[in-house]
């Protein structure tokens, strides 16, 4: 007998947290952005040849690549990076420095 569309979506969502490139799944990420931001994206995105996903993924592990170099792993920063969480309270806080500022050079994909 045929599956139906809700049982072959059961089994794709049951799938999703155990593929992806590393089998170390994927997660779900679903956000309201700002329309500049959102046309920025789709644009960038078709300059690159790339999925809006696969951009987003790039920039994301870029930044915390660059963060993480600035810090000794070591420390006691370190530590508090992979252990607290960001809450709404601490957006601020944690968002002063941001953007960083760079070259040209350095804003490569």
Not at 86 to 93: A, C, P, Y
């Amino acid at each position: 007998m045929a599956k139906t569309a809700a049982q072959r979506q059961a089994e794709y969502r049951a799938r999703r947290p155990h593929s992806g490139s590393d089998d170390n799944g994927q997660r779900r990420l679903n956000a309201w952005i700002d329309t500049r931001a959102f046309l920025a994206l789709a644009r960038v995105a078709r300059r690159y040849a790339v999925t809006k996903q696969e951009l987003i993924e790039k920039l994301i592990i870029a930044e915390e690549e660059r963060v993480l170099a600035a810090i000794d792993c070591d420390s006691a920063q370190w530590q508090e990076y992979f252990d607290s969480p960001l809450l709404r309270s601490n957006d601020e806080r944690q968002l002063r420095d941001y953007p960083p500022t760079t070259t040209k050079e350095q804003r490569q994909i």
